[in-house]
């Protein structure tokens, strides 16, 4: 059996327990792409499929051929008219009393119109079905995420090694991306964040053309996604010389990320271990410049399921892999924020970054 057959009877048998008899995906410019990766294998825009006793898969003309050598055992239909005609087709010809579909990841637009086109179905959006099976990864997953981790921090080594005082944000961004493409990445897994100086106080920076000067912080956020998985590192290094600011900051972050690292495990909640991370930053007097979540889970997706933040509700499981990415912002001045990847394991977890990160690097 494939892992891909498997998630979808996984999927379908938690769907049975709340009486739901089938679950159609539809991605349509990848609305949906994560999830119908997860189950079926298909690494395409636009694709739909229907998981019950008897499965299908739709696509058209432009992936036919992916999908035969992508998707096994599920009978491919090809669509040469509207996609919804052909599903709906197919599933008034099933058994399929009631029909899970996604409401995070369709359109309200599609759900009437499908619903206009099953009138004896019963359509139940749920909103995190597959997602919740995508929490824990498995073996392979873990070892595409390790790969990728690897090629983000070798590449990071090579761009370190080439930063020098003068170059912009954006020019060290572009290198680093041709690094990373060359070393086999698929794609940066979201746009690189090279943060200088002031604007490394910005948590979700915007890569410019400001240039790096002596005295700066320099953030970079990184990662690369690669065998459909993604990675997500943040490293803070110092251009020219280490400020006492910039060191202070440094240090307590650091202290921080390691208590989060130290108190991830499984049966802790995403709250207790944000919580812990936090007060290190607060006894410190930083309270109010550590404004976002301490982390999130990482797979096909950047940001997944689990959070760890003081709003989150989940409950760390083995197999879960999940960042732990404290910060201090200090408007004008800069911001420091260390983010590794850890897998969670029943006693603790196993850290997978493994960039060196002890001593603020002048570069
Ligand atoms: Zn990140
Ligand atoms: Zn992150």
Redesign the pocket.
Known sequence: MTIYRERRERLLSALREKEIDGFVTLNFESSDAANIYYLSGFHGSTAALIIAEEESFFTDSRYIEQVQNEVVGIPLHQVKGKYLDDVADTVNKTKINRLGISSNCTSYSLIETLRKKLPAIELVPLKEEVEQLRRCKDKEEIARIRNAIRLTESSLEKIVAKIAPGMTEAEIALELEFIMRKAGAEKVAFDLIVAAGENSALPHYRTGNRKIERGDLLLL?IGVRTGGYCS?L?RVFAVGKVTAQGQEIYDIVLTANRTGLAAAAAGKSGKEIDQKARDVIAAAGYKDHFGHGL??G?GIE??EQPRLSLLSTDILEEGMVV?V?PGIYLPGFGGVRI?DVVLIHGDGCEVLTSFPKEELQVL
């Open positions: 956020d997500d943040t982390g999130h990482l950047v940001h960042t990415e983010e």
